[in-house]
């Protein structure tokens, strides 16, 4: 059974930047969207970043511009690149999957904390 794997998260410092990076058993190609999520304890899972198969990209306003989402099919890996971070970015991310079966999958979280 194919499983995402979140890593990268930790405690940064506001302005500061942050890599994660979610590999999947058995490669992305087999996924038609790709996208990170982010949930703060009380609140809805909202959407950060999502990628289609044909290299479309749609952030969230909130993050436009600061965050870069990236496919990386050589090394099976969905990655989100995070910078000028701020305290409100602080959240569990996930890794979401949806293949062209129409299955979707979900990582367990990687925790960002953003604080001085």
């Known amino acids: 059974q194919v499983q995402l794997v979140e890593s990268g998260g930790g405690l940064v410092q506001p302005g500061g930047s942050l890599w994660l990076s979610c590999t999947a058993s058995g490669g992305i190609s087999g996924f038609y969207v790709m996208a990170w999520y982010r949930q703060v304890p009380g609140k809805t899972r909202e959407l950060v970043a999502i990628?289609?198969?044909?290299?479309?990209?749609t952030y969230a306003d909130s993050v436009e511009g600061r965050f870069t989402i990236s496919r990386d099919n050589a090394n099976h890996a969905l990655n989100l690149q995070m910078n000028i971070l701020n305290p409100e970015d602080t959240a569990v991310y996930y890794c979401?999957?949806?293949?062209?079966?129409?299955?979707?999958?979900w990582g367990q979280g990687t925790l960002v904390i953003v604080s001085a």
């Open positions: 979401y999957g949806q293949t062209y079966s129409r299955q979707t999958l």
């Open positions: 990628v289609n198969s044909d290299g479309t990209i």
